[in-house]
């Protein structure tokens, strides 16, 4: 297998989650008895733990305390969406040449299992981008994938956005991915940021990639819990009783 490096942006503050944890950020907030990013990095332990790259930003002395010299830095200055994130690490990766996984603090749902699949199956098939998809009906606000009329990737549409035609697609974007290293840093320059927000989103990605010619495939897990993340109180103990469920099974 080619060489394989991770990219996990941790950088927000998490302010509808600051009444139950005070200043902690955003991706040290406890899922159990464990702040998240730990169970992300876990999930992601298959790639060697020098080769992770955790964006930081707010609080960021209490991510480094905690994990210590064993992962990669970097600093996120200012929050300005998922895509400037993983620009923030272009001089990290300026001179890597395979894989990059990009997974969220926030996240701590995803399986190793299948990570490790989805990053197997994404050099074997040659692919510039593959990014992971589920079906969750619960999940009513998630991303869309939008399939063109040969069934191939033609772009993700932000919940928000959709059409009440959209909204009816059952095929929901993770939000994790794995690029090409080249090929992703080659286009993140070329990110638009024209939204209410003003960020750069790196779901754009993959449809810039299709414009250019680039191949972009997609995988799909079975667990559409999977995707959930935390941005609530609620969604917190959605993904407290989900662990609690799944560790059970396994006893």
């Excluded at 480094?64 to 929050?79: A, T, W």
């Excluded at 003003?198 to 972009?216: D, F, H, N």
């Amino acid at each position: 297998m080619k060489a394989i490096r991770a990219i996990v942006p941790a950088a927000g503050k998490g302010s509808r989650l600051q009444k139950i944890s005070g200043d902690l950020p955003k991706a040290m907030f406890s899922v159990g008895d464990r702040p998240m990013l730990e169970i992300v990095l876990e999930n992601i332990s298959f790639i060697e733990d020098k080769d992770i790259c955790i964006v930081v930003g707010c609080g960021k002395e209490k991510i480094l305390s905690y994990f210590g010299d064993r992962y990669c830095y970097v600093e996120q200055k200012q929050q300005l969406g998922t895509g400037h994130a993983v620009m923030a690490c272009a001089d990290e990766f300026r001179d890597f040449d395979g894989s990059v996984l990009i997974t969220f603090g926030d996240m701590p749902l995803f399986r190793r299992e299948e990570l490790a699949e989805m990053c197997r199956l994404h050099e074997e098939n040659g692919a510039d981008c593959t990014l992971m998809t589920a079906e969750n009906p619960s999940l009513t606000m998630w991303a869309r994938v939008l399939r063109d009329e040969n069934g191939r990737f033609a772009r993700i549409v932000e919940g928000k956005d959709c059409t009440p035609e959209q909204a009816k697609i059952k095929e929901l974007f993770s939000g994790v991915m794995v690029f090409n290293s080249r090929a992703l840093f080659e286009i993140l320059p070329h990110l638009g940021c024209a939204n209410v927000q003003k960020e750069y989103y790196v779901t754009e990605v993959p449809e810039l990639m299709v414009a250019r010619g680039m191949k972009v495939d997609t995988y799909f897990t079975k667990d559409g819990d999977d995707l959930r993340g935390v941005n609530t109180p609620e969604d917190l103990a959605v993904c407290e009783r989900i662990l609690k469920e799944r560790t059970a099974v396994l006893v």
